[in-house]
Structures are given as structure tokens and as C-alpha cells.
């Protein structure tokens, strides 16, 4: 039973245009939920997360929104550019040290020039 | 510095060969992971480290043995693997404490068994 989900496995977004990726999670203990980015052979590196106490977070052009009522979390890259081009894994877990982290399959965003 | 490091960076193998990767992080991190992610598939958990104790062991096969020698290094001991083993082996670290935890990832060993 997949706990997170990334329903969209790729999207195409014209440069300079807004990205929206979109995670929807079941486990309703879950309440810290990061974004990963992943170029292919390299490890995936931390983009932004958001606690469940905040709807918003936001840092330079990424913006992740959190509904708790729909256990459902966006990333808005705003204005996308080429070298957002990657898989984006939006991953959740609960308030406490070294709990693992569960993983969505990804989403992988294109950015066209 | 939020670099976690690790070694090699390829690695290929043959099914009787034992070999190591090494994973190593300065950032004072208490936790460490290691992942194992194939192909267009998400990251998943094998081990967790925390405060050089394991804490927990997804079910992985003994063939996979982890070690932490110290709080900065996290080693995974491989021997007898099989082909469905080739994978990119991710290690990441984590501050550990009661805070809501960001883990840092290493670029991965790319391990093919033949």
C-alpha cells in the first residue's frame, strides 16, 4: 500500500512558466513532508520541506504548499527554468529523530527552452 | 556543508566477491541511512543508524552487512550478491534528535553484480 503518491510521473512545463508537482499521502500521522530533486546517477538532494503546524513554506523560486485536510502537498517552481529538468520525489515522515522516510515514486519534470 | 560522501563511485562485482562501500559525513549528524534505489523507482530504506547503534533493519538479506565504526562513517559490507542486487546504494545522514529530520543524501555507489 503506497503511503505517499505522485500520481503525475512526468510533466512539461515551457520555461519561465510555473511547475506544479503534486504528492497526496493516507498515513495521517505524518506530519514533516520534504522535497527531493534527483538527477539520473546522482543522489537526490533536499529542495525544501514544511512541518504540518505551517500551510506554506517558501524558498527563492520553490514554494511547497500543504492541505492537511486533504493529505495533499504541492511543489510550485515559479518561474521553472532548463535546469530544473529532473525527478522530483516528494517524501513524507513523522515529527520525530530518525524516523525513515517514505518516498513517492516521482515525478519527472521537464523544462523546455 | 551539508555533503555527505561516498565510495566508490562504481563498483562492479562478481557473485562470490566480498567488497565495502563507504559512506562518510562532517556535519555531526547522529542518524545514518542506507538506501538502495533501482530504476525509475523511489529510494528504499535498508538500515538506520542512530547514535552508532543500529535501529532499524528493513528485512534486508544478510548478504548486506552495515557497520558504523564511528559517528561519521557508515560502511555496507557486501558478499555473495546476486544480479538483482545491481542497484545505486544511497547513504544519507540526519541530525537525530526529537526535531522533524532533513536527510542529506550522498551521490550513490552504482553497484552491478555479475
Known amino acids: 500500500d503506497q503511503q505517499v503518491k505522485q500520481n503525475s510521473p512526468s510533466l512539461s512545463v515551457q520555461e519561465g512558466r510555473i511547475s506544479i508537482l503534486n504528492c497526496d499521502y493516507t498515513n495521517s500521522m505524518f506530519d514533516y513532508f520534504l522535497w527531493y530533486k534527483k538527477y539520473p546517477a546522482e543522489g537526490p538532494t533536499f529542495l525544501i520541506s514544511i512541518s504540518s503546524i505551517k500551510d506554506k513554506n517558501e524558498d527563492g523560486r520553490f514554494t511547497v504548499f500543504l492541505n492537511k485536510s486533504a493529505k495533499h502537498l504541492s511543489l510550485h517552481i515559479v518561474p521553472s527554468q532548463p535546469g530544473d529538468s529532473a525527478v522530483y520525489f516528494c517524501?513524507?515522515?513523522?515529527?520525530?529523530?530518525?524516523?525513515?522516510?517514505?518516498f513517492g515514486k516521482g515525478t519527472r519534470l521537464s523544462v523546455i527552452a | 556543508d551539508t555533503e555527505v560522501t561516498q565510495t566508490p563511485k562504481h563498483l562492479v562485482m562478481g557473485m562470490t566477491n566480498k567488497k565495502s562501500l563507504k559512506c562518510e559525513q562532517h556535519?555531526?549528524?547522529?542518524?545514518m541511512y542506507w538506501y538502495k534505489q533501482k530504476a525509475k523507482k523511489p529510494p528504499e530504506l535498508m538500515f538506520v543508524?542512530?547514535?552508532?547503534?543500529?535501529?532499524i533493519n528493513e528485512s534486508v538479506p544478510s548478504r548486506f552487512s552495515p557497520e558504523c565504526p564511528n559517528s561519521s562513517l557508515l560502511n555496507l559490507h557486501l558478499h555473495a550478491l546476486q544480479p538483482e542486487d545491481s542497484a545505486l546504494y544511497l547513504c544519507?545522514?540526519?541530525?537525530?534528535?526529537?526535531?522533524?529530520?532533513?536527510?542529506?543524501f550522498g551521490p550513490g555507489t552504482r553497484l552491478t553484480v555479475l
Open positions: 544519507a545522514s540526519s541530525q537525530a534528535d526529537r526535531r522533524a529530520d532533513t536527510q542529506y
Open positions: 556535519m555531526g549528524h547522529r542518524a
Open positions: 517524501a513524507a515522515s513523522r515529527n520525530s529523530g530518525n524516523t525513515p522516510l517514505v
Open positions: 543508524y542512530s547514535y552508532e547503534k543500529l535501529s
